[in-house]
């Protein structure tokens, strides 16, 4: 055990060596930049992986925290003591009776709802991206969110003691604006959504000189989202899935868990497979499934419209990968409409006991449709990732589920409630069987 951890602190600082262009392979210092100044392509972290594969094993990975630090050698940090709130290493739940429902023999959910500290993936890429701020001395740190990173954003700032401002769109949900306010950053409601919001905080990056984990900091904080390929890997046995079905906003997240699982094959954790990707968006903001579906190979921006905020990114910045890794791994991207997406919250709810938000209804209803469409084989080992817990988006669900049974304190009160319930539930089974 005592090797494994050596060998584990000999891997974290040799396998990180800088940044590369995703377009025309220019190599950049590892410096806050995300964008080429060449072509202006994207920046990616590069790796060296004979290193890894030297220095790395499953033994040392299981000797590892049991937080996401324990792929650190993976992960864009050179320190030793990175910020580590617990975050990762959520269930990876055998959904059973969604399975049977739906007509599939193994399904998997990968439940971030239950992520620590703010419920949520974004987790997973601020703890990455504000370790790596630290390390590049900033003192200040900030964001464009949708609500979920700017609760992680301002959690973890909080733990690591950075000045924290962070910017959302006037019009979230309450539970989010609340779920960042409470760790007292200060927090910028614009009028407009997401896609403004980054621009407005892409001026700010460079006249504030601030750490902005989705935009100077973004190579670093991307590479997060690995982490959620790594455990899938590692909770299934060291395998991989046979499908794999991923909610899509800017994109990066459905790119960075096909990379995760690239760089355990890469290095020889896991034997190598074809996994199929596919991407689930919310019709009322669906540029990345509107170019999939059409054939193109660029992104055309809409404005969004849709009960999903989370994911509600009318210009994403990895769409056109995620188009890439779908057509490649032979998957698909689907959109489903909001009502669509109540119904797969209440579905993943009824059948598994996990109460997801609204990306997480996303995912639940695209995947419903791929089994319906035959686009999912039923012997298939599907993942489905939910990102965000439902206590967030309660209002998405108001007025479509049930009611509490009010009743007097007395036995026959409670009887005649009991029949009523057992009324209504006998007519919506009928009503499902119609």
């Known amino acids: 055990m005592t090797q494994a951890i050596d060998r584990l602190k000999q891997a974290s600082t040799a396998a990180f060596t ?10 950049y210092d590892a410096t806050a930049k995300h964008v080429c100044d060449e072509c202006f392509g994207p920046l990616e972290v590069k790796y060296d992986y004979d290193v890894l594969r030297q220095t790395v094993s499953r033994e040392t990975i299981e000797a590892g925290p049991h937080s996401i630090w324990r792929y650190k050698p993976f992960l864009p940090v050179a320190t030793e003591t990175p910020i580590d709130v617990g975050t990762g290493m959520t269930p990876l739940v055998e959904a059973h009776r969604l399975a049977r429902q739906l007509g599939l023999k193994k399904l998997y959910i990968k439940n971030d709802a239950v992520n620590m500290p703010t419920l949520s993936f974004k987790d997973r890429v601020v703890s990455v991206a504000l370790t790596r701020a630290r390390e590049l001395g900033f003192s200040t740190v900030s964001c464009a969110s949708t609500g979920n990173l700017a609760n992680s954003t301002a959690a973890i700032a909080a733990h ?3 000045d924290c401002c962070v910017f959302i769109p006037a019009d979230l949900e309450a539970g989010k604006i609340l779920g960042t306010l409470i760790y007292n950053p200060t927090l910028m409601a614009v009028k407009g959504n997401y896609d403004q919001v980054n621009r407005l905080c892409s001026e700010v990056a460079n006249t504030q000189g601030w750490g902005f984990v989705n935009i100077n900091l973004r190579p670093y904080y991307s590479e997060g989202s690995k982490t959620l390929g790594f455990e899938v890997a590692e909770q299934l046995g060291w395998q991989l899935p046979d499908h794999v079905v991923a909610p899509l906003a800017s994109g990066s997240l459905f790119t960075k868990i096909y990379k995760g699982f690239q760089e355990f094959i ?12 596919s991407g689930a968006q919310a019709e009322g903001c669906s540029p990345i499934a509107s170019a999939y579906k059409e054939g193109r190979d660029f992104i055309a921006p809409v404005k969004p419209n849709t009960i999903a905020k989370s994911i509600a990114i009318g210009n994403p910045a990895d769409g056109i990968y995620a188009v890439d890794i779908a057509n490649k791994t032979n998957g698909t991207i689907e959109s489903v409409t909001d009502a ?3 119904e797969g919250m209440k579905l993943l709810a009824e059948t598994e006991g996990i109460f997801t938000e609204t ?12 089994v319906e469409a035959g686009k999912i084989d039923p012997d298939e080992v599907t993942v489905a990732y939910i990102t965000g817990n439902g206590l967030k988006t309660q209002e998405a669900v108001q007025g479509y589920i049930g009611e509490p049974l009010t009743i007097e304190p007395k036995l026959d009160s409670f009887e005649r409630a009991l029949e009523r319930a057992h009324t209504l539930n006998r007519l919506e089974w009928q009503q499902v069987l119609v």
């Not at 990306?359 to 791929?370: E, F, M, N, R, S």
Request: proline share 0%; with cysteine.
């Open 18 to 27: 800088g940044l590369k262009c995703k377009e025309c392979g220019a190599e």
């Open 160 to 162: 690591a003691g950075l």
């Open 266 to 277: 890469e290095t020889g954790l896991v034997e190598a497979k074809d996994v199929r990707f």
């Open 340 to 342: 669509e997406i109540i």
């Open 359 to 370: 990306a997480g209804g996303t995912t639940i209803a695209t995947l419903k449709k791929l």
